[in-house]
C-alpha cells in the first residue's frame, strides 16, 4: 500500500469502519434482539459488570446522558431482572445500582459472542496484522488517557 497523508488515511478509514462497523453491529443487534434489550442497556450492564455498584449519576456521565435517561433505563433492567436498586446506607440520596445474577449472565453471554464475532473478523488476517493493529490501538489507548 502506498503511504498515504493523514488526510487521505482519513477518508479511506472513513469509508471502511461503517462497513465493517455496521456487520459487528448487525451480529450483535440479532443477540440484543434475542434477549430483548437495547444497545445502551448493554452499555450499563457491562460497566456494572466490570465496576460493580455504580451511582446512577455516574452512569449517566459515563454514556453521556441525563440522569433521567438513565432512571427510565435502569427502570426496564430492574423491571426485566437484569440489575437491582440499592440505598446508600450513608447518604439515601444516593440511588445505586448492580447486577442480578440474570444480568452477570447476560453479560457473560454476550461477551463470549462478542468474542466469537471478533475472532471470526480477525481471523480473516494474519497474526502479525492482528499484533499490529494492537499495537496500534494500545498505543492510541494511552495517548487519549494522557489528554
Not at 477518508?11 to 469502519?17: A, G, K, T
Not at 445502551?40 to 466490570?50: H, S
Not at 435517561?69 to 450513608?90: C, E, F, H, N
Amino acid at each position: 500500500m502506498s503511504e498515504l497523508s493523514l488526510s487521505e488515511f482519513v477518508d479511506r478509514v472513513s469509508e471502511l469502519m461503517p462497513v465493517i462497523m455496521r456487520e459487528f453491529m448487525r451480529s450483535q443487534g440479532d443477540e440484543f434482539h434475542k434477549m430483548k434489550i437495547t444497545m445502551p442497556q448493554f452499555i450499563v450492564l457491562e460497566l456494572l459488570y466490570r465496576s460493580g455498584e455504580c451511582r446512577m449519576g455516574d452512569i449517566a456521565k459515563f454514556i453521556n446522558v441525563t440522569t433521567a435517561a438513565i432512571t427510565g433505563l435502569a427502570d426496564r433492567l430492574v423491571r426485566d431482572g437484569y440489575a437491582l436498586r440499592a440505598s446508600d446506607p450513608k447518604d439515601r440520596r444516593i440511588v445505586n445500582i448492580k447486577l442480578t445474577a440474570k444480568g452477570s449472565r447476560l453479560v457473560k453471554d454476550m461477551i463470549g459472542r462478542r468474542k466469537q464475532v471478533t475472532a471470526r473478523m480477525f481471523g480473516m488476517v494474519s497474526q502479525k496484522e492482528r499484533a499490529q493493529y494492537l499495537e496500534i490501538l494500545t498505543r492510541i489507548n494511552k495517548k487519549m488517557q494522557g489528554r
